[in-house]
């Protein structure tokens, strides 16, 4: 699962959240450009993405992924306005969030990837 968070404690706590899972964590990538090349090129199963992160936005990121079908969970602070339109159907959790809310979105997340166990 591709991780891309710029706050390095959010992403620590993604990370170990996913773990916990008996997931594999690809990141928390903090930097645009590294984190379209993983979404671009990587064996993935699904991700996590931070909107705003360095370098920009990660709707590049976000397009990739869902050119190669990939399902994504979005994280911001900012309400669902603040996204392109063509994002508005992806899952989102709005940011502050709970472990709680944070595993059961992992959980739906990994449901609709076909090759993440459970």
Do not use: W
Not at 95 to 106: H, M, N, R
Not at 108 to 118: K, M, Y
């Amino acid at each position: 699962m591709l991780v891309v968070e710029d706050e390095p404690l959010i992403g620590m706590d993604i990370e170990d959240a996913i773990e916990e899972m008996g997931h594999e964590v690809v990141g928390p990538i903090a930097e645009l450009d590294e984190a379209l090349d993983i979404a671009s090129n990587a064996a993935l199963e699904c991700a996590i993405l931070d909107i705003n992160i360095r370098g920009g936005h990660a709707y590049p990121v976000a397009d990739m992924l869902r050119k190669r079908g990939l399902p994504m969970l979005l994280l911001s602070s900012y309400g669902e306005h603040s996204l392109p339109e063509r994002l508005h159907k992806e899952a989102r959790l709005p940011k502050p969030f709970t472990s709680a809310q944070l595993e059961k979105e992992i959980r739906d997340l990994c449901t609709r990837a076909i090759s993440c166990s459970q």
